[in-house]
Each structure stands twice: as structure tokens, then as C-alpha cells.
């Protein structure tokens, strides 16, 4: 007998069909639901050894055993570790003539003071069509909202050191929309630019 005419082969079947669709609904909802997704990640590669230490080296970190220390205790690698990365490289390269390191004596850079700092010209947004009074409330807004993308910068922050940025960029397009149409008219309670000393 063929199972199309057997009672329990066409059983067999809807079982199996009935199965798989409640299957695909249930991985369907978790992943809608955002609660399983298979291989999630975060979407961004993680920082490498390379990339860190580039990164001391521009803001002048001399310190190496410090900052290897640190590394350690934030479980970035090494032999007391429990995660697969390689411990820092030891020491440090010295900068070199091409980098942005701080000459020696300079003070560190304050990172909430240079994320936050006032930018006149936000790249990559043409407010060409925006009249002077609609500049001036479009620079104050952007340079007053933090980006919504995780770097901590001011909008205009974001988009002047990273031109890639999608949020930065969508987000200041559409405050130069709203500006235009008249949707945002007063800047009152918003960061105003510092007055010269």
C-alpha cells in the first residue's frame, strides 16, 4: 500500500506537517519577540589588541604596565583569564611620528569634554536652504542631543568624527527637516555656542 492510501502513512504526514509549521511559528515569535536569535551578535567587531593600544598610545598613556593591569582585571586576556583573547601586547609600541599622540607634559584629554564640544559646521548636512536664525537653531539642537548610537558624542560630534554613522546622519537630517518646515522654531533651555573670552 502507498501511504497516500493508507490511513496511518497520511497520519503519519499531517502529524509531521502540523510538527514542522508549529516548529517554524514557535522560532518565528522567539525571534520577532527578540528573545532567540541564532548567532547573535552584536552586529560590531570587537576592538583587537591593535586597536586598544592605538588608542593609548592617542591619548598618551605612558604607563604601560598600568594599562596591562587594567586589561587584566577587565578580562581582556592573559594567563589568570578565562576568556580566549590574548593578553595585551607587552610593552606598549612607542608612538610614532604619524600618530595623534600628545606631545609629553600635555594634559590628558577629558573625552566628555571633546565628545561634548561645540562644532560650527556639521559635515555631510546640506543646510544651504536653512536661513541664518534656522542655522543657528539647527547648530544649537545638533550640537546639544547626544547620539543615539552608543559613542557618547553630540550629534554633531558623531557625524564630524564618524562620516559612517547612519544614526547620526539620519537623526540630523531630520532635525534639518524639522528646522526647514518650521516644526522647531525657539532653541530656549538648549546649549547656546560659548561666548569668546
Known amino acids: 500500500m502507498t501511504p497516500r492510501r493508507d490511513a496511518r502513512g497520511r ?3 499531517i502529524t509531521l ?3 514542522t509549521a508549529l516548529t517554524i511559528g514557535i522560532v518565528v515569535a522567539l525571534r520577532q519577540a527578540g528573545v532567540w536569535k541564532p548567532g547573535s551578535t552584536s552586529g560590531r567587531p570587537q576592538p583587537g589588541d591593535q586597536v586598544i593600544a592605538q588608542a593609548l598610545r592617542q591619548v598618551g598613556t605612558r604607563d604601560t604596565g598600568a ?3 587594567v586589561g587584566h582585571a577587565a578580562g581582556l586576556g592573559g594567563p589568570a583569564s578565562a576568556t580566549s583573547r590574548p ?3 607587552h610593552p606598549l ?3 610614532t ?3 595623534a599622540a600628545l606631545p609629553p607634559g600635555h594634559p590628558p584629554i577629558d573625552s566628555t569634554m571633546f565628545k561634548q564640544r561645540w562644532i560650527d559646521d556639521v559635515r555631510g548636512v546640506d543646510v544651504t536652504a536653512l536661513d541664518s536664525r534656522q542655522r543657528e537653531l539647527f547648530l544649537r539642537f545638533a550640537n546639544a542631543r547626544e547620539c543615539t548610537c552608543g559613542c557618547g558624542y553630540t550629534l554633531a560630534g558623531c557625524k564630524a568624527s564618524d562620516m559612517t554613522c547612519e544614526v547620526s546622519g539620519a ?3 531630520a532635525l534639518r527637516d524639522s528646522v526647514r518646515a518650521g516644526r522647531i ?3 530656549r533651555g538648549i546649549r547656546a555656542r560659548a561666548k569668546a573670552r
Do not use: D, E, H, Y
Request: proline residues 12%.
Open 11 to 13: 497520519a503519519r504526514w
Open 17 to 19: 506537517g502540523a510538527t
Open 67 to 69: 594599562a596591562i593591569q
Open 87 to 89: 593578553a595585551a601586547p
Open 93 to 95: 609600541p612607542a608612538a
Open 97 to 99: 611620528p604619524g600618530s
Open 171 to 173: 537623526a540630523l537630517a
Open 185 to 187: 522654531t525657539s532653541a
